[in-house]
């Protein structure tokens, strides 16, 4: 499943920011005295006894305020709030418990999701202060203090956290279910192509960009293979993100492509590769994900000979680390070519489980090394002993050297591109993975 999501809550000035700098291990909040300072959710990846989780700061809950920006950041958290698996509530202990606490705690409770209370800037080790039982009066249980500013108790509150995360295989689909994430810009189909695959509007379409909100699960079966479309909401540059409901749409994408087993990567046939469409390929890429470049929109491109080559080959030069994924020309509106996408995810997602025997894949590396010589670098050649096959999904190799260093990318890639050659493994990307012989 996808990384378990944490945001942190409460008014503004309680410390959440410290906190989440804290933890993130770098400083990515803004931290001030003044209240409202963090005005937008800000995210980092974090990971403790061994699970990664994704972590959101929030600005301040006023619940009552007019001021516009305190009203957009209230919006702001009930957004992490409803996408949360579990929901940090951080009060002041300096402060006492106010009516803007009791509010909030109001909200946190119609949730019915995990709520860790938390009580900041406690600053000395022992017993806390007398001050802070007030704050069983939210009606929320048992809370923990801690001092984010001087990192007391964190430990404790990240074990609590824990305590709390979904199971690592609660959303988890039988092995031989194909799990499709479906990635792009807003607007750029992903919905409608969804809805033409199933037959029927199972999922709202709009030209507003960003209609899709959070990841959509959907069961389909085609003949006796059975797939999980996950239709994501549209990924767009941070710069480019006005709604304030849209930021952490972003995660729940970014989360869709790390459940995935295959990447339908979208693009506009009109507005073509994109920097941001870069970006979203390059994730699935390094998440190892199988992908397949879908160019949809195709009915509105004016045509004559060669327009679909010249197209393809203008996709491979700007995603020029995915040459390996197929290009799928549709027009998701008419259903032109949509037939053809089971096959190429199927196709792909197998080409990502293959598996290659020590002997055949020692064979074929022997022979790309005696057409082109290994490198060397002052007078010292690169000698590739054996290779052997680590893993699937990504295929993953481990190669046997007597010095990594001498390992040049050109040749790797070299190396890569004979096995494709020899193995296929088209729709999906390889992990190589050096290890020097022990020296005598």
Same mark, same amino acid.
């Given at each position: 499943?996808g ?19 804290y933890?993130s291990g ?20 974090v990971?403790w ?34 996408t ?14 106010t009516?803007?606490?009791?509010e ?19 600053d ?21 203090t ?12 990240l ?7 979904? !199971? ?13 994430a ?11 192509l969804?809805?033409k ?29 059975k ?17 304030s ?29 994109t ?17 397949i ?8 491109? !004016? ?6 080559? !010249?197209?393809?080959k ?5 995603l ?12 998701a ?18 080409q ?6 020590t ?7 022997? !022979?790309?090394?005696a ?43 070299y ?12 729709g999906?990307?390889?992990?190589f993975?050096l ?6």
């Amino acid at each position: 499943m996808g990384k378990p999501v944490v945001a942190i809550v409460g008014r503004p000035n309680v410390g959440k920011s410290t906190f989440f700098n804290y933890i993130s291990g770098r400083r990515i909040s803004i931290v001030e005295d003044t209240p409202g300072v963090t005005r937008d959710r800000i995210y980092s990846e974090v990971e403790w006894r061994g699970r990664k989780f994704t972590i959101i700061d929030t600005g301040g809950i006023e619940p009552y305020a007019e001021d516009l920006i305190m009203q957009q950041m209230k919006r702001q958290a009930e957004v992490a709030i409803d996408t949360a698996d579990v929901i940090v509530f951080m009060v002041d202990a300096k402060e006492g418990l106010t009516a803007t606490d009791m509010e909030v705690a109001t909200m946190l409770r119609k949730t019915k999701k995990p709520v860790v209370l938390v009580v900041n800037k406690v600053d000395n080790v022992g017993n806390p202060p007398h001050d802070v039982y007030e704050f069983y009066n939210l009606g929320m249980g048992d809370f923990m203090t801690i001092s984010s500013i001087h990192g007391l108790g964190i430990g404790d509150l990240l074990d609590e956290i824990y305590k709390h995360f979904p !199971e690592e295989d609660q959303d988890e689909y039988d092995e031989d279910v194909i799990k499709i994430a479906v990635v792009g810009k807003p607007n750029v189909g992903k919905s409608s192509l969804i809805n033409k695959i199933l037959g029927e509007e199972r999922v709202i379409v709009s030209d507003i960009p960003g209609t899709t909100r959070d990841a959509v699960d959907t069961m389909f079966t085609n003949g006796d293979d059975k797939y999980v479309f996950i239709d994501t909401a549209g990924i767009r540059r941070r710069s480019r993100i006005e709604e304030s409901i849209e930021r952490y749409s972003i995660i729940r994408s970014w989360t869709a492509i790390e459940r995935s087993d295959v990447c339908l990567i979208m693009i506009d046939a009109r507005e073509g590769v994109t920097e941001q469409d870069t970006k979203i390929a390059g994730y699935a890429h390094e998440q190892g994900k199988a992908s397949i470049i879908v160019i949809n929109k195709w009915d509105l491109i !004016e045509k004559t000979t060669g327009t679909m080559e !010249e197209y393809r080959k203008s996709v491979y030069e700007k995603l020029s680390f995915m040459t390996y994924a197929p290009v799928l020309f549709i027009s998701a509106k008419t259903g032109q070519r949509v037939h053809r996408l089971f096959e190429l995810i199927k196709y792909v997602s197998d080409q990502a489980a293959l598996r290659i025997s020590t002997g055949m894949l020692n064979d074929v590396v022997n !022979e790309a090394t005696a057409m082109v010589q290994p490198p060397s670098d002052k007078g010292k050649r690169l000698k590739i002993y054996y290779v052997t096959q680590a893993g699937i999904k990504p295929p993953t190799f481990i190669i046997f050297v007597n010095d990594a260093e001498l390992m040049h990318y050109s040749y790797e890639r070299y190396i890569e591109n004979h096995l494709r050659k020899s193995f296929g493994f088209e729709g999906t990307p390889i992990r190589f993975i050096l290890r020097e012989r022990d020296k005598e």
